[in-house]
């Protein structure tokens, strides 16, 4: 699938690539679970502001938007010339998407609900303890949580929802990030390469479960091109290159595996990384319901995905190319 660079951007940030922030001081109150939808006041305000310089509608934007959705909009350490650049490309591409972007928005509440509902069948103690936003995300999403003034708030993307999904993928997408809000509980931030194969992998397998048979593309495997096919020849090769970096910290070492990793040199596709950690997690849930894999301690977790790595045979001494 070819995306636009917005898109391309929206994917590389799925999930938990926003920077991480410290909660401020005890004495500010949590944020309650609720859910808001600020859609429309993009639709308005692009209408509005249609007449307007490109300089000054971008202007208006900050102004209008800084304060809404628990702060999605405000800087969140970006720079702030792509932040106007992101604004930009939103406010030119909406035409193209609107049609679309106001279906997504009309059926997403529903679809949250619903998608709620039947998730506490598999996890009966699963608790919406956070704010959710749903929002333009300015191409940068389709859903994911963001620390935002020193709370975790759940965000989706109608616009990337708009452009990337259907009826048929949306299940197993709100599976996949339905997992992420309940397993927060359990699995502690953890920057390391290790975790994220763990975090990702597990949510990927999650929504295979919860949905037999469902497709790579209804997984998000297929984006930005069919990662089984061309990591499976390679699989073990793939395997080692994770298992070289498993202790990693560094944002270079992270990109190829999660992100579209423009410019990157690795020889196997982009997000090849979330396709290891399914892989992963499935030999894991072999050996134990899916129930207890979701407590799972990262103590516990770390020897259980040597282990995994190691199934697939000995690597080189010398760390390969990713």
């Given at each position: 699938m070819i995306i636009s660079a917005i898109l391309a951007?929206?994917?590389?940030?799925?999930?938990?690539?926003?920077?991480?922030h410290p909660t401020p001081a005890a004495t500010k109150p949590a944020a309650t679970a609720q859910f808001k939808s600020y859609t429309d006041d993009f639709a308005k305000f692009f209408d509005e502001t249609?007449?307007?310089?490109?300089?000054?509608?971008?202007?208006?934007?900050?102004?209008?938007?800084?304060p809404l959705a628990g702060g999605f909009y405000g800087p969140r350490d970006r720079d702030p010339a792509k932040v106007d650049a992101s604004?930009?490309?939103?406010?030119k591409g909406f035409p193209a998407i609107r049609v679309h972007y106001t279906a997504a928005a009309a059926n997403?509440?529903?679809?949250?609900?619903?998608?709620?509902?039947?998730?506490?069948t598999f996890f009966p103690d699963y608790k919406l303890t956070m704010p959710v936003y749903l929002v333009h995300s300015l191409g940068e999403m389709d859903g994911g949580t963001r620390d935002l003034n020193g709370h975790s708030v759940a965000i989706f993307g109608a616009d990337v929802i708009a452009q990337i999904h259907d009826e048929t993928t949306i299940g197993p997408f709100l599976d996949h990030e339905l997992f992420h809000l309940y397993h927060a509980r359990y699995s502690p931030e953890c920057d390391q390469l290790w975790?994220?194969?763990?975090?990702?992998?597990?949510?990927?397998?999650?929504?295979?479960?919860?949905?037999?048979?469902?497709t790579d593309r209804q997984l998000l495997l297929t984006l930005p091109m069919p990662i089984r096919a061309a990591v499976d020849p390679h699989l073990a090769e793939a395997?080692?290159?994770a298992r070289a970096r498993l202790d990693s910290t560094a944002k270079e070492d992270y990109a190829p595996f999660f992100t579209f990793g423009r410019?990157?040199?690795?020889?196997?596709?982009?997000?090849?990384?979330?396709?290891l950690g399914f892989l992963l997690a499935q030999k894991i849930g072999e050996t134990m319901p899916l129930a207890q894999m979701a407590k799972l301690p990262?103590?516990?977790?770390?020897?259980?995905?040597?282990?995994?790595?190691a199934s697939y045979g000995n690597c080189p001494s010398a760390a390969p190319a990713s």
């Open positions: 951007a929206a994917l590389a940030v799925q999930g938990h690539s926003a920077p991480k249609a007449s307007l310089p490109e300089a000054e509608r971008i202007r208006l934007f900050h102004e209008r938007f800084g604004i930009a490309r939103a406010l997403f509440a529903q679809a949250f609900a619903t998608g709620q509902a039947r998730f506490r975790c994220s194969l763990w975090v990702e992998g597990l949510a990927v397998y999650v929504a295979s479960r919860l949905n037999p048979g469902a395997m080692c290159s410019g990157s040199t690795s020889s196997f596709p982009p997000r090849y990384g979330y396709y990262p103590a516990k977790v770390r020897p259980l995905l040597d282990k995994a790595l």
